[in-house]
């Protein structure tokens, strides 16, 4: 099996992952490393709800009680968002074998709300999407949302052919770009240098297109980034 060799792309330049053709790293690794990404998102509106609750039972802070009120709830509602999304970006999800483009739209733009990027989600409601192109989907709206770190829109699209699904993404925004090994993740190479967090969503997607027996394309233009994934049907 040959092992990918893509140089992380530049302003203004496209690499392909043939997404058949690349390793997957120790099952375990990957499985520590997905655990440890979950663990940073759950553990910063964990850690405001109990500051909350903390405040609440605090006789000297009773004056804070509507501030501590709005926490728990903000946290609360940010907690809920996030296992929403994980059940399906990463997990099972429930015994349901498709989503509506409507279910899918709803979770993204919960996710969403909790970034500076606006999500253009440009599906009709009543388009199905199979667990396979669902997780891809989701993985793909994060990614492109966070590639818009001041801010941007982050459109969502979806086509179909006799043959396969394309899903892309599109962000446009001042700064829009990729981390270096965010990049190596979409291509699917191992982590070089860098954050194993930044690493490892961008790893996964391609891991769900790779057993799919798809295709990864990524795109970088002076504040736009393009993803493009091409699912084949079975």
Known sequence: MDDLSLATPEQGSETEAQAKVAPLPNPHELATQLVAKLCHDFISPTGAIISGLDLLSDPSAQDMRDDAVNLIQASATKLVTLVHF?????????????????????????????????????????????????????????????????????TLRREETDEAITLTAQSNGPRARLKPEAVEGLNGQPLSDGLSGQWIQPFWLHSVVQEAGGTLRVTLDPDSLGIKIVLPKK
Not at 122 to 141: I, Q, S, T
């Open 86 to 154: 994980a059940r399906v970006a990463f997990g099972a999800a429930t015994s349901a074998e498709a989503f509506s483009a409507k279910e899918l739209n709803k979770i993204l733009s919960d996710v969403f709300s909790t970034m500076r990027a606006t999500l253009d989600f440009d599906v009709a409601d009543e388009v199905v999407f199979e667990k396979p192109a669902a997780r891809a989907l989701m993985n793909l709206g994060y990614i492109a949302g966070n590639a818009l770190p001041t801010g941007g829109t982050a």
